[in-house]
């Protein structure tokens, strides 16, 4: 057996001798955290099923096609691996999304082509800005978001920018 086979006992153990070491409820405590658990999941749950009906039509659209097609060229003048577009369109929205798109690259460019690099690479090192934003504006019950949208997607672009230059200049193309 090794050591993190009793990681999770220890840490049970440790907190529960703590917690009759200063006479806490661990029963009561544990089901008021609960509580407002579940309180929390049902007030960001309908940020959450707007966010993926909203991911859902714009995939159905074609709308990622349609972007991608129009990016071409700019992939093109500057060396960026066009098959990679879909992922960059679709990681700020959508995680499991951006992930299929990403083992669809993988297992038709190739595991150890640059596209297939270029997409691990900006796996990552992005966020899916739009689904975090979702959960942590609806969990603290902020409408409205100034400038955190723009500055994630900044930040997003930034990393799409760096990582792609420097998987070309380990990689090369």
């Not at 009561?28 to 859902?56: Q, Y």
């Not at 691990?120 to 934003?133: P, Q």
């Amino acid at each position: 057996m090794s050591v993190t086979d009793w990681i999770i006992p220890l840490i049970t153990v440790f907190v529960l001798t703590y917690a009759a070491f200063k006479r806490v409820d661990v029963f009561g405590a544990f089901c008021e955290g609960a509580s407002e658990g579940l309180k929390t999941c049902a007030e960001i749950l309908p940020a959450l099923v707007l966010l993926l009906v909203c991911i859902g039509m714009f995939r159905a659209s074609g709308a990622v096609e349609l972007l991608t097609k129009a990016l071409e060229p700019l992939c093109a003048a500057v060396g960026f691996p066009s098959e990679v577009m879909p992922l960059v369109v679709l990681r700020p929205f959508s995680g499991s999304g951006a992930m299929a798109v990403y083992n669809e690259i993988a297992s038709s460019a190739g595991a150890d082509t640059f596209a297939e690099r270029v997409a691990a690479t900006l796996i990552g090192s992005s966020e899916t800005t739009f689904y975090t934003a979702a959960v942590y504006f609806s969990a603290v019950r902020c409408h409205r978001t100034r400038c955190a949208i723009p500055a994630a997607l900044i930040s997003d672009c930034t990393a799409w920018i760096v990582c792609g230059a420097v998987v070309f200049l380990f990689f090369g193309a």
